[in-house]
């Protein structure tokens, strides 16, 4: 009788073993292929969709969607090489289709992005690591003309910076960038030639400027990342970098994007609850918004007022099914085996 429980008991084991192994796989298979697309949604009354476009697999392509602008009917987002190449910033005409790929050796992890009035397009880069960690390229923001031709490469702090973060451009025509990696301040303010004309910094200590927005006063706000315990916050400086107001946020190291929309609102989204939240410069929550979406790593607005969001596509239905189907298969399994053995 001993033997025969023993023998029913490591049946179970080495069944849950396997179920686990099996869920554990299936989970790795369905994360890997999570793809990314780019939804537009209208948001007069109840928000709608209104296009989706742009699908990229994460695991075939070795790709990410990273930043997203809008400007003169296209859409451009900056696009992540995984593989360790170049990046890329991919420009998608009015009904979804790529219209150019933009790209250069140096462009290494593109971030923010900025297109001025005439079809200039900023791009914040990354440092690249070469051979046995040593730096073959510094971070800096590239410029491209409207044929992808690099125009300018600027590096307001020097070489010493590990990435450029945002770039935004104001309606003088001022480039405001955002580093991490320096000595502080981390925000500088250029002409139109890349010469710096001032730079400034958050306030506290060790803090990550990770989104800048720049409204039609020419106001500069940041989103502001602790980088470590802390939470969020969105600064209000003013067009030379004096700050004027701050609003304080819920979360630590949660948000993505920072935006403003036509009425002069701030709009960011907060990943830990999957809300958009638009927030008055006065510093008070006008509105949250739940589109039903997770792992938004950015968003925009079009000229017209329509949402532009990166979002995770759905996963594959059989992969979605089967995991949680496969665990209550277990669980059924195991009740039934230990109930025989102790009969």
Same mark, same amino acid.
């Given at each position: ?27 790795? *298979? ?128 020097? *070489? ?184």
């Amino acid at each position: 009788m001993y033997s025969s429980k023993f023998a029913s008991k490591h049946r179970v084991f080495i069944n849950t073993l396997q179920a686990l192994c099996l869920a554990m796989i299936l989970s790795c *298979v369905s994360s890997a292929h999570a793809d990314q697309i780019v939804t537009a949604y209208n948001l007069s009354g109840t928000p709608t969709i209104i296009q989706s476009f742009g699908q990229l697999n994460n695991s075939s392509t070795q790709m990410s969607m990273q930043r997203i602008e809008s400007a003169g009917g296209k859409t451009y987002v900056s696009i992540a090489n995984n593989n360790n190449g170049p990046g890329a910033v991919w420009i998608f005409g009015a009904d979804g289709s790529i219209v150019q790929q933009i790209t250069t050796s140096r462009l290494d992890i593109p971030s923010g992005m900025a297109v001025d009035t005439t079809g200039n397009v900023y791009v914040a880069s990354s440092a690249h690591l070469g051979k046995l960690g040593t730096l073959s390229q510094s971070a800096d923001i590239l410029k491209f003309d409207s044929t992808g031709t690099v125009v300018g490469d600027f590096q307001p702090f020097g *070489v010493d910076i590990n990435e450029y973060l945002d770039v935004k451009i104001n309606s003088s025509g001022s480039i405001i960038g955002s580093a991490w990696g320096g000595a502080g301040p981390n925000i500088a303010r250029l002409d139109s030639s890349g010469n710096l004309l001032g730079s400034f910094d958050s306030v506290g200590p060790t803090r990550l400027e990770t989104n800048l927005a720049v409204s039609s006063s020419n106001d500069v706000w940041v989103l502001s990342d602790a980088n470590g315990p802390g939470a969020e916050k969105i600064e209000d400086f003013g067009a030379t970098g004096t700050l004027k107001s701050s609003i304080p946020l819920a979360a630590t190291d949660l948000y993505s994007g920072l935006r403003i929309d036509k009425s002069g609102n701030i709009w960011t989204y907060d990943n830990s609850t999957d809300l958009f939240e638009e927030w008055q410069s006065s510093g008070a929550l006008e509105k949250t918004y739940s589109l039903g979406l997770t792992g938004v790593s950015d968003f925009t607005f079009t000229p017209d007022g329509d949402l532009l969001v990166i979002d995770n596509a759905p996963e594959p239905t059989s992969l979605a099914v089967l995991l949680p189907l496969t665990l209550a298969t277990l669980c059924r399994r195991k009740r039934r085996a230990t109930s025989a053995a102790e009969n």
